[in-house]
C-alpha cells in the first residue's frame, strides 16, 4: 500500500531552527508538496519538490531524495505564528495525491 | 481577490438529514475536488472533478454526492448514508496545466452531527 509517514507532533523553540521529516512509499513519484494549516484553516502552499536537493524560500527549506523516499522541511528563526501542523504530500504516478497525517508544531517562547 | 469560497463555516446536521456544502472558485481552475479531514489522518479524497458535468469518486465517496454544473461550483451532498459524517470537509481547485498541480483550498467547513 501507500503510506506517507511524519512526526505526529514537535516542540520547538521561539528564534531556533527546526526540522520535520516525511518518509514516503507510493506506487511512483510524480512531486513531493507540504503545506502549512493552521488550526481550523484551510492548508496553504509552502514547497514542492520533484528533483533531488534543496529549494530555499526565506525562512522555509525543503529537501528531497528519491532513492530514499524522504523529505524534510526546515523552518529556521522559528516564531510564534509558525505553530500550525505541516503536511506532506506525495503525487504518485497516477498523479494521485497522498496525504500524511501531518506534524503539528507547537512553538514555545 | 481570487480564491475558495466554502458555506457554512459550521453546520449542525441531525442524524437522517442530508445537507449540501457549497463551493465556489473564481480562479479559473479546471479541477476542483473534496477532501475530508479527520483528526490523526491525512486528507482523504471524497470527489474531484477535472471538467464541468464530469466527476469521479475519491477514496471515500460512499454517502455523498457531488454535481459540478459550472466550472465555478462544486457543492458536496453529505447524504443520510454516510455513517460518521462529524468531520472538517476541505474544498480545493487546481489548475490542470500547471507544472505542479498546486491546490488551493477553502477555508473548511465543519460539519457536526447531533
Known amino acids: 500500500g501507500q503510506n506517507i509517514d511524519q512526526p505526529t507532533e514537535m516542540t520547538a523553540t521561539e528564534g531556533a531552527i527546526v526540522q520535520i521529516n516525511c518518509t514516503y512509499q507510493?506506487?511512483?513519484?510524480?512531486?513531493l508538496f507540504w503545506y502549512q494549516q493552521h488550526a481550523g484553516e484551510a492548508p496553504t502552499f509552502l514547497s514542492y519538490?520533484?528533483l533531488d536537493g534543496l529549494e530555499e524560500k526565506g525562512r522555509f527549506s525543503s529537501f528531497l531524495s528519491r532513492s530514499k523516499g524522504y523529505s524534510y522541511l526546515l523552518l529556521k528563526e522559528l516564531q510564534m505564528k509558525d505553530s500550525a501542523s505541516y503536511l506532506c504530500?506525495?503525487?504518485?504516478?497516477?498523479?494521485?495525491?497522498?496525504w500524511g497525517a501531518g506534524t503539528k508544531l507547537i512553538i514555545k517562547p | 481577490d481570487g480564491g475558495i469560497t466554502q458555506s457554512p463555516k459550521y453546520l449542525f446536521r441531525k442524524e437522517g438529514q442530508n445537507v449540501t456544502l457549497s463551493c465556489e472558485q473564481n480562479?479559473?481552475?479546471?479541477?476542483m475536488y473534496w477532501y475530508r479531514q479527520d483528526p490523526g489522518q491525512g486528507l482523504r479524497l471524497i470527489y474531484y472533478?477535472?471538467?464541468?458535468?464530469?466527476?469521479q469518486k475519491g477514496d471515500i465517496a460512499e454517502g455523498y454526492s457531488v454535481s459540478r454544473e459550472k466550472k465555478e461550483s462544486f457543492p458536496l451532498t453529505v447524504t443520510s448514508a454516510q455513517k460518521n459524517p462529524t468531520a472538517f470537509y476541505l474544498c480545493?481547485?487546481?489548475?490542470?496545466?500547471?507544472?505542479?498541480?498546486?491546490?488551493?483550498f477553502g477555508e473548511g467547513s465543519r460539519l457536526t452531527v447531533l
Open positions: 480545493a481547485s487546481s489548475a490542470l496545466e500547471a507544472s505542479t498541480g498546486e491546490l488551493f
Open positions: 480562479l479559473n481552475h479546471d479541477a
Open positions: 472533478s477535472q471538467i464541468v458535468n464530469d466527476f
Open positions: 507510493t506506487s511512483g513519484f510524480n512531486g
Open positions: 519538490n520533484v
Open positions: 504530500a506525495v503525487t504518485d504516478s497516477n498523479y494521485q495525491l497522498i
